[in-house]
């Protein structure tokens, strides 16, 4: 709470990168969903 409240904008990057990493890391996942579902 200390360092979002002295480094806001840190804070908001962290968490704009969080999203960005579950999102590339979702499609990842449903692949290897289908994968497991459907084995060729």
Do not use: H, T, Y
Request: glycine share 2%; with cysteine.
């Amino acid at each position: 709470a200390v360092f979002s409240c002295l480094c806001p904008c840190c804070s908001c990057f962290a968490g704009l990168a969080n999203l960005a990493m579950s999102l590339i890391k979702l499609p990842i996942k449903i692949i290897r969903w289908f994968i497991e579902k459907f084995p060729c």
